[in-house]
């Protein structure tokens, strides 16, 4: 069972909120990632880690904020909230390029 | 452009029975092929990870073939149960490059 925990798991918040998404691994991975889903969509990468104080954009161009200050921490910050920003949004995390990918449970947003 | 298509888009079966799903890919160069089982509203479970020298690759009731000449990938599911229902995403590792993420096949398993 893979060790990345997603908090909260279900979150609805108004227009205009600042909000964080928590993600946190304990398998020491380097790499961690955030993708975007929509209801039976497919994912869509929206920002990427390689380690400590390093984060990259995506594919999928978002007005999320990541951070990474610490190599077990990734989080995910909007802030200002609207409703375009409804979604589930998924964390992962793996050791290398190549290697498995490891996913949270994921946070779903509904923003009213 | 590297690209992940798979068929069908979605697939109706009783339990019991078998079922195979497709994945074709244009992914340069490749490291390796996966395929995850996501339930609704969870995060995707990795099920098999194939490189280019594997051809079969089995974990319980799924089992995963692949054809790096022909560039594709079957996940073949036998005597489905209702908990098979979920989405199928293949996805191909190109290396030292983001992952290719196919559309999924959305399977429901009927009692």
């Known amino acids: 069972e893979a060790d990345i925990y997603q908090t909260p798991r279900y979150l609805v918040i108004g227009t205009g909120k600042k909000i964080t998404l928590e993600c946190s691994q304990t398998?020491?991975?380097?790499?961690m990632y955030w993708y975007q889903q929509d209801p039976g969509m497919e994912l869509h990468l929206i920002h990427y880690?390689?380690?400590?104080?390093?984060?990259e954009k995506g594919d999928l161009s978002s007005e999320s904020t990541v951070s990474r200050i610490r190599t077990e921490h990734f989080p995910l910050t909007l802030e200002s909230a609207r409703p375009s920003h409804t979604s589930q949004y998924l964390c992962?995390?793996?050791?290398?390029?190549?290697?498995?990918?490891?996913f949270g449970e994921g946070s779903r947003l509904t923003v009213l | 452009k590297n690209q992940v298509e798979q068929s069908p888009q979605s697939l109706i079966i009783l339990e019991g029975k078998n079922c195979t799903l497709q994945c074709n890919y244009t992914v340069s160069p490749f490291s390796n092929l996966r395929w995850y089982k996501q339930d609704t509203g969870r995060g995707p479970v990795s099920l098999t990870i194939m490189t280019f020298s594997e051809n079969t690759k089995s974990n319980g009731r799924y089992t995963a073939t692949l054809d790096a000449d022909t560039k594709q990938s079957s996940l073949h599911i036998t005597a489905s149960q209702l908990s098979d229902s979920a989405s199928y995403i293949c996805?191909?590792?190109?290396?030292?490059?983001?992952?290719?993420f196919g559309t999924g096949t959305r399977l429901l398993v009927s009692p």
């Open positions: 398998m020491g991975h380097d790499k």
């Open positions: 880690s390689y380690g400590v104080n390093s984060t």
């Open positions: 996805v191909v590792s190109p290396g030292f490059q983001k992952l290719v």
């Open positions: 992962a995390s793996s050791e290398n390029y190549s290697g498995e990918l490891f």
